[in-house]
């Protein structure tokens, strides 16, 4: 089992659980990964191949966070960013370590859904069965966009890549995606119909909950709000600023988890505790409510402990998670636009007095900690085994005969905005 994924802890984790599980199963278990992650990749008993260094990763998030918070601004700048920190020559290097791994008849793949594109690439070339795993709805939502960006913005580095393989150069990535016929989904059916539903084929697996580091149960006089925006660099910077500031203005206090010390204000207030990192899986059912960036990890840890949640959420995919538990009525949250402490004050006093809220979480909570969930993505990736696939190319034909009146209406709206573009 070759697991590939990309990106920071909620990308990442729920693949070293998958790959424990796997590796319970009986099977040989690689997972191809950031250098950063060596720790915790070792812990769960998996092998492991990193795509880069420890330092470099780091570089790369902090290269990285404008695009990523808005990558529509400045599309050359995401093209200078693929190009300053070599990720087409990654991804031939990705090609390459899943061809030597690869065994005819025995070896699976398990990808990151759209990062994952050297396991559809290998899928073409040797016939390589693939899963690609999706950790959030927003990599559905947003694959529209996406995909305009890797053909009009990227596509010259790919195209070059693809030949290189001798590959076609691929013109409908949407279609590419979503050719992969085996496609798990690692959030549950409630949180897809909270907003826009993932395709009809692909398998709501549940949230499946990351490895993460154990330590003792915390002792606090009085248990304090967790403020933490995650392990990545894309973060608005007025993040901890208003967090810290809500916190204080009604008299709480905070514990404040973030390894990036260039976020952190210039100055903590009495009351503010910072650690670089801390257990979550042992610290959160311990605090008093979580006020955090809309990460998919994150969320799902606290709804795992029926902790209540405030959502700052700005950026790539948080909003879109933010509204889902929102409309489902487990957490409130504030767009930037309406980030101020008052108002974020309100809303952490709010969910701190709701005296019924681990009561009416019960049901949610079992199901966002069961172990169900990574069974469920197991099973599907064994079926696997054995039966080597020769990926086909999506013909743009059948697609568009498939479309309704209205999605042809919208796509031919789509092409006459490229041209006038």
């Keep these: 089992m070759l697991l590939i994924t990309h990106g920071t802890n909620g990308d990442v984790l729920p693949f070293v659980r998958i790959g424990r599980e796997l590796a319970e199963r009986g099977h040989e278990v690689t997972v191809m990964t950031h250098a950063w992650f060596a720790d915790r990749i070792a812990a769960a008993g998996l092998r492991h191949l990193p795509i880069d260094t420890a330092e470099g990763y780091d570089r790369h998030l902090d290269d990285a966070r404008q695009f990523m918070l808005d990558p529509l601004k400045d599309p050359g700048g995401v093209l200078e960013l693929y190009q300053r920190n070599g990720l087409f020559e990654l991804l031939a290097d990705e090609v390459r370590m899943i061809e030597a791994h690869y065994r005819p008849g025995e070896t699976v793949v398990v990808a990151r859904h759209t990062s994952g594109m050297a396991g559809l690439m290998a899928a073409e070339r040797r016939g390589v ?25 990227l596509g010259r580095g790919y195209d070059e890549i693809f030949r290189s393989f001798g590959l076609r150069p691929v013109r409908d990535w949407t279609g590419y995606l979503m050719s992969v016929k085996t496609q798990l989904a690692l959030w549950p059916e409630w949180f ?88 979550f899986a042992t610290v959160m059912p311990h605090v008093a409510a979580v006020l955090h960036h809309g990460g998919i990890g994150t969320l799902a840890r606290a709804l795992s402990s029926a902790t209540p949640q405030v959502l700052l959420a700005h ?68 079926g696997l085994l054995g039966t080597d696939q020769i990926m086909t190319r999506p013909d743009p034909r059948e697609r568009i005969a498939r479309l309704t009146p209205e999605q042809r209406t919208r796509l031919a709206a789509m092409a006459r905005a490229r041209r006038d573009v």
């Design 129 to 153: 069965p693939v899963a690609l795993v999706s950790v959030t709805p927003h990599q559905y939502v947003s694959l529209p966009v996406v995909g305009e960006i890797f053909r009009n913005v």
């Design 192 to 279: 897809d119909a909270a907003g826009q539903q993932a395709p009809g084929h692909v398998v709501r697996c549940g949230f499946v909950l990351g490895d993460t580091a154990e330590g003792p149960v915390p002792e606090w006089s009085e248990p304090p709000v967790l403020i933490t925006g995650g392990t990545g660099q894309v973060l608005h910077e007025r993040f901890y600023d208003v967090a810290v500031a809500a916190c204080r203005r009604i008299g709480r206090p905070a514990l404040l988890v973030n390894r990036h010390p260039s976020f952190l204000p210039e100055s903590l207030p009495d009351g503010v505790e910072w650690l670089p990192s801390a257990p």
């Design 315 to 382: 950026g790539v995919d948080r909003p879109d998670n933010a509204e889902r538990l929102h409309r489902a009525g487990v957490a409130e949250w504030l767009p930037v636009t309406h980030w101020d402490e008052e108002r974020l004050a309100g809303l952490l006093a709010r969910a701190l007095d709701d005296d019924g809220y681990r009561e009416r979480m019960a049901p949610l909570a079992a199901d966002a900690a069961s172990e169900n969930s990574v069974r469920v993505v197991a099973e599907h990736v064994e």
